[in-house]
C-alpha cells in the first residue's frame, strides 16, 4: 500500500507542472495583488452595505426599506431622479447620433473631439459653478435672451439648470463614445448600398443601425447609469429641497446628517438597483435593432 | 456619394452644425464668465465687469487655504498614480499572457468597478473605511480613488500588452536575461508609452474625481474638487470672484494634466476603455 502512494505521483506529472499547463504560474499570481484590493475595498463594502441595509437602528430587518417607501420624502427621490435621467439621457445619446455621423468624415476630428473632451474632465462641480453666472439672471444668456427681445428666463435653481449640467457634461461622453463605435463600421458597407441605389435615409435605417445597435445599447446603458448619479449638480443649480431632490441627496444625508449607515446603504442598495433594472431593460430590448453580428470592418 | 445632395440635406447638415456651434460656444462662455469674473472688480447688469483685477486670487489662495489643499491634492493623485499603477500593470500582465481557469470572473471583477458609479458604491465604500479609522483622513482619499483606477489601469493595459510579441521576452529568456533584467531592460522600455498613458488619464480623472474624495474627506484632507463644492455651497459667505478665482485654479491643474495627456492618447480614450472591454 505504501508503494502505491509512492508510485502515484510518478503516473502524474508534478503539481507545479500540472498548474502550469492549465497557464496558472508565477506569472499569473501577478494579479493577485490588484484582484485582492478589489475584492477588499469594492466586492467586500458592496456586500457589507447590503447586510447593513438589513440591520436599522430600530425595527424589523426590512424597516428601512418600508420606511424609505412609506415617506413621500423619501421615495418621491426616485421619480424625482427618473425625471432627470430619461430625458437627458435620451437627448444626449439620440442627438449624438446626426452630430456623429456628421463629423466621422471630417479630416480634423481631432480638434472637435478635443474640445468636446474638456467638458468631461472638468467635472460636474465647475460645470455647476459656471452655469451659475452664466445662466443666472445677470448672465450673458439671459442678456442675450433680453437683445433678441424674449426676457429674462429663469434657468437656474431649478430643474432645467440640473438638466442643462446633464446635458454640458454627459452629451460629449455620449458623442464620443457613439463616434468611436460609428468608426468601427467598415465604410465599403455603405458604399456597397449606395452602389446598389439606397439613399441616405435608407442605408441609415437599414446598415448603420442594425449595426450600431450593439454600441448604443452600452451608450445608452452607461450615460443613464452617469445621469441618474448625478449630484452636485442637482444640490448646487437645482432645487435640492424640491424638484431636483434626487435619490443621490437622500443618500447623502442620511449617511451624513443623520448618520444613520444603515438607512444610507439602503438609499444606494435601492439606487443600484434602480440602474440595473434599467441596464436590464435596454440590454433586452436591443434585439429590436440587432440583426447580427457586428465584425464589419475585421471578418 | 454625392449624387444625392438635395436642399432637405443640406439644410440637415447646416441644422446639424449649428447645434454643435451653439454646443461650444455655450461652452466657452460659460468658460470665460468664470474667468473674467474672477479678474473682475464688480460685475453686475453689464456685459462686461467694471473693472480688472488680480486681488481675488491672493484673497482665495487665504481664504481657501489654497496652499494646504494643493498640497493635499497632489498627495492624493501622486499616491493614487502611483500605487495604481503598481498594482494595475502586474495584473494587466498577467491577464495578457496567460489564460487561467476564471480568468473571465477576474475580468468582470476589475469591469465592475468602472460600471457602477461612485455614488452608489461610495457610501457602503466611506462607511467601511470610516470604520477601519481610515475615513476623514488623506489614507482615506487616497483608498477610495484607488478603487475606480486600479481596474482601469488593468483595463487599459490588458490591450496594450497584448499587442507586444511574447517572442520578444523568451529571446530575452535565451539570451540568459533574469527576470529583474528582462524586467528593466525589456518589459519597462516596451510597455513605458502604455503605462505613462493610463497613468496621465488616471491623473486626469482623479483631480476631477469628486464623489469619492467628497464622501472620504475630512477638514484636513480636502482635495481642490472638493473644496470648490464646499466653497460653492456656502456661496453669499464669500465674494462670489473670489471662488471664481478658486475654479480658476481648479480648470488650470486639471486642463495642463489633460493637455499633457492628450499628447499621448486621443480624447476619445478617456471615455471608451470600458466600452472595449464591456463588448
Redesign the interface.
Known sequence: MSEAALTKPADRPPLRVRLAL????G?????????L???V??????T???V?SFKPKAGDWLANYRKFFSDPFLYDTVGATFRLAIPATLINVF?SI??AL??RRLERR?V???????????????????????LGP????N?VLSLVGIGHVRLVHNYTGVMLSLI?SG?P?AF??T???LTGIDPSL??AA?TLGA??RARFWHIIMPLLA??LA??LC?SF??T??V??SA??LGAPAGATRVI?IA??QA?YEQYD?SM??A??MI??FC?LAVVAVILASRGVWYRGATGGGKG | ?KA?RSIS?RL??IA??A??VF??V??L???A??VL?SFGTR???T?LPAGFTTRWYYSAWDEFQLHDVLVVTFEVVGAVVLVSGI??V??A???A?????GIRA?VL??L??M???????G???????YQARFGGNISGVI??N??PT??FV?LVMVPFIEQIDPRIEAAARVFGAGTWRLFVHVLLPLLAPGILAALLLVL?RTI????LSF?TAGPGSQTL?VA??YA??A?GVRA?QS??AM?VI??LT??VW?LIA?RFV???Q???R??KE??
Not at chain 1, 22 to 25: A, L
Not at chain 1, 118 to 132: D, M, N, R
Not at chain 2, 97 to 101: A, C, I, L, V
Request: hydrophobic share 60%; proline share 7%; charged share 10%.
Open positions: 492549465r497557464d496558472i504560474d506569472v499569473t499570481l501577478l494579479v493577485l495583488p490588484a484582484a484590493f478589489v475584492l475595498l469594492f466586492i467586500y463594502p458592496f457589507y452595505g447590503f447593513l442627438v446626426p452630430i456628421r463629423v481631432r472637435l473631439t478635443t474640445l468636446l473632451v474638456v467638458p468631461i474632465t472638468l467635472g460636474t462641480v465647475l460645470i455647476a459653478e459656471g452655469l451659475l453666472i452664466y445677470q448672465g450673458w444668456f442678456r454640458l452629451f461622453f464620443l463614445l463616434l468611436s463605435h455603405e458604399h449606395a439613399k441616405a450593439q454600441g452600452i451608450n452607461l447609469v452617469q441618474f448619479s449630484f452636485p444640490v448646487l443621490s443618500a447623502y449617511a449607515a444610507a446603504s438609499i444606494a439606487m443600484g440602474q | 456619394m444625392d440635406e440637415w447638415a446639424i452644425w447645434l454643435i454646443f461650444i455655450n461652452f462662455a460659460m468658460i464668465t468664470v469674473n460685475w453686475f447688469n456685459w498594482l494595475g502586474p495584473a500582465y498577467a491577464l499572457r496567460r489564460n487561467f481557469p477576474i471583477l476589475f465592475l468597478p460600471l457602477i458609479p461612485p455614488i452608489t458604491f457610501i457602503p465604500l466611506a462607511t467601511v473605511l483608498l477610495a484607488l478603487v486600479v481596474p488593468v486626469v476631477a474625481m469628486f464623489e464622501f474638487v470648490l463644492y460653492v455651497y456661496a462670489g471662488i471664481d475654479a481648479y480648470m486639471t486642463l489633460l492628450l486621443d480624447p476619445t478617456i471615455v471608451t470600458v466600452k464591456a463588448t
